[in-house]
């Protein structure tokens, strides 16, 4: 196709997009969003969608009736009587801190984003950023929501809170004390919710994949509760008409483009499929149902490489994208819906990246973005915890669970037929491991843990949730982090803060001139230049060592940048990283030599951040002690440099990190600065002291 009728095209759809969303904005304001019992019975269809016989209904209490007898859908929550009887003996400790949990709920008292336990008052205000206090009006039309004020506030906060991941919590205490208490207060907030949220109006509406999520977790609310006698014909209603609402909205609302799609499309997707099955009452539920499946496999082919890793260059985004592939799959399973091959595999080889990525503590090293988002929480956990996934993943495809975990258990139910050690890892040990599409390299022996960041800027370049940590690490030694990445800390609330986490300044790794690996575009907060475009030369790994050579051309941008003048010579701004990581592991020590290739004069400087964790001290200009509860390493640059040095100076300087979004907390880290001529190639050492 010529490129102009490409461009027609996009034109185009530019402008039916926004004709559409005219007409919706007139349409909603002008008729309201309300569904009349009328208009709920006309959307409910005659024959069953999975192909059971039905019946026309006359009345809603007629439909109310046949709803509440039927038996399909299957749901992946337990049995409930099986699943207190499994949980005490299981996991004990669950019970009274789920049931304390929920009483917190009852109390409107939540901890999100990094607010503290904080009091909502007797009354939820389902539209303020309750950090700060702003409020976005209720009467105003979704679409003509700014995602920055620019007043500081977090339009996150009031998303994450109607996303209603506490239902689970809810849910869990009406199951372990059969209290009416905790369903009235499903039942009170839902019916709140819908009051002060008509559809199209509002911050809650303002995102389709926060409507998805929520969606999600009302349906599993419901089934935690839906045989309470609390539940009455009149609430169900009206959740069920809700349901439809929401339903309608996300297929008429996609977060899709020709260009990218993301993990917000797939959440859109993700919601679908849990209405198209749990509803197939609805006439639109088939409909939603088939193109949700036929979509969740085609974005599993698109944004997941062929190693198994997600395509945002993040962690944590990985695992929410695992969990939007995950859910919905088992609801396939379960109600015979088929997947194709390629889906399953590629969704075990997520679940084994997340059995290698995961360090000895069971958290996760926080490449690329971190905003906390999850689709369902089963238990309260720190926010790197990721090891659940390795059971999920495991009881999932049959494999050996090294330890069996609770959010595991309320999705497949007793696991007393699947082979599993509660207490240690049965037969179950990962070694270094390259996932080279990715970009991620992995460096292990026993409890010594390194990984490499060497990839592409994800989202096929747009570099939405990646971070300028190109040839940077983590390195965590018996469970103890000692050079850490820095996380997130926010998004929109302040941009300044923002960009600094994800800053070259703010990794470990080497920066030339105070320039960024990647260049941040003026205004935006999810995209980064593709510049640094990193790659990995050579990996081996034996039963000695492991080797991992990579460069990156962050600072080899064409066409080149001049430099401003400095003693009448025009500064050539050509500079290719290469750095090669040496582990060691019979001596426990790591060598990094970080060449640079290029000519002229230039400042470097080489990062390395530390945890609160542990103390550092700076021994001398060239060396840093980290000690930690149970280690001790020492960081140390050798002085053989084969170029001519002007000046070489060290410190130790005062920085944060975000270990969950909206917290930062202070934390140190070493700078060395050397302003030379290139080419040069640093030495640097990390060495753990085995005596300590």
Request: aromatic letters at 14%; glycine letters at 6%; a neutral charge.
């Amino acid at each position: 196709m010529s490129i102009p009728n490409i461009l027609s095209k996009k034109i185009l759809r530019v402008i039916n997009t926004r004709s559409k969303e005219r007409f919706q904005k007139i349409r909603v304001k002008v008729f309201g969003s309300d569904i009349s019992d009328e208009i709920f019975l006309s959307a409910i269809s005659p024959v069953g969608a999975f192909g059971d016989n039905a019946k026309e209904y006359q009345t809603t209490k007629d439909f109310l009736r046949s709803f509440k007898e039927r038996e399909t859908p299957q749901f992946y929550l337990s049995e409930k009587e099986e699943t207190i009887s499994v949980i005490k003996k299981y996991f004990p400790d669950s019970i009274e801190k789920a049931v304390n949990s929920a009483d917190r709920v009852l109390h409107h008292i939540f901890n999100i984003l990094g607010s503290g336990d904080m009091y909502l008052g007797e009354k939820i205000d389902w539209h303020r950023d309750f950090k700060t206090g702003t409020r976005w009006n209720p009467a105003d039309y979704c679409k003509d929501i700014p995602i920055v004020k620019g007043d500081g506030s977090d339009i996150k906060v009031p998303w994450e809170l109607s996303r209603f991941h506490h239902l689970t919590t809810l849910g869990k205490a009406y199951w372990f004390t059969s209290e009416e208490r905790y369903v009235r207060e499903f039942i009170d907030e839902i019916n709140d919710w819908i009051d002060n949220n008509p559809v199209y109006f509002g911050v809650n509406w303002s995102c389709t994949m926060d409507v998805a999520i929520r969606i999600t977790n009302w349906i599993l609310g419901y089934y935690f509760f839906k045989n309470s006698k609390c539940i009455s014909d009149e609430f169900l209603l009206k959740f069920l008409k809700s349901m439809l609402a929401h339903g309608r909205f996300i297929r008429d609302n996609l977060e899709w483009s020709e260009e990218l799609t993301s993990n917000h499309y797939l959440s859109n997707v993700t919601g679908l499929i849990y209405l198209g099955m749990i509803f197939p009452e609805f006439k639109e539920a088939s409909e939603w149902r088939e193109f949700g499946v036929r979509e969740l496999m085609s974005e599993m082919d698109k944004q997941v490489y062929e190693d198994g890793v997600d395509f945002e260059s993040s962690i944590s985004y990985h695992r929410l994208a695992l969990e939007f592939f995950l859910y919905p799959a088992i609801l396939c399973k379960l109600n015979n819906i088929e997947l194709n091959e390629q889906f399953w595999e590629k969704l075990k080889r997520m679940f084994e990246f997340v059995r290698y990525y995961l360090k000895p503590n069971g958290l996760a090293p926080q490449i690329g973005d971190n905003d906390n988002g999850r689709l369902h929480i089963f238990k309260e956990r720190d926010v790197l915890d990721h090891s659940y996934l390795s059971a999920i993943g495991a009881m999932l495809f049959g494999q050996p669970i090294g330890q069996l975990d609770e959010e595991a258990f309320w999705i497949f139910g007793n696991p007393s037929l699947l082979p599993f050690s509660k207490g240690g890892q049965r037969g179950i040990k990962t070694s270094s491991k390259a996932f080279r599409v990715a970009g991620v390299y992995i460096m292990r022996d026993d409890s010594i843990y390194m990984i490499i960041s060497s990839g592409p800027n994800g989202q096929k370049g747009n570099g939405g949730h990646c971070h300028n940590d190109k040839l940077g690490f983590e390195l965590n030694i018996l469970g103890e982090d000692m050079i850490i990445d820095t996380g997130t800390f926010v998004y929109t609330s302040t941009p300044d803060w923002r960009n600094r986490f994800r800053s070259t300044i703010y990794h470990n790794t080497v920066m030339i001139d105070g320039k960024e690996q990647n260049r941040f575009k003026k205004g935006k907060l999810f995209t980064l230049e593709d510049d640094a475009r990193a790659k990995c030369i050579k990996w081996e790994t034996t039963p000695d060592y492991d080797l991992f050579v990579g460069e990156h051309y962050g600072y080899n941008r064409p066409p080149l940048l001049a430099s401003p003048h400095q003693g009448g010579r025009k500064k050539v701004w050509g500079v290719i990283h290469q750095r090669k990581i040496y582990f060691d592991k019979r001596e426990k020590k790591w060598q990094i030599k970080d060449r640079l290739e290029g000519e002229g004069e230039h400042l470097i400087e080489c990062f390395y951040h530390f945890p609160p964790s542990v103390n550092v001290k700076q021994v001398s200009n060239l060396e840093f002690l980290i000690s930690g509860n149970k280690v001790c390493v020492n960081l140390r640059l050798n002085p053989d440099f084969n170029s001519e040095l002007q000046t070489l100076n060290s410190e130790l300087r005062s920085g944060w990190v975000s270990p969950s979004y909206g917290i930062k907390v202070p934390a140190v880290f070493a700078v060395y600065r050397l302003k030379t001529r290139l080419p040069v190639e640093l030495n640097f050492e990390i060495c753990q002291d085995l005596q300590f």
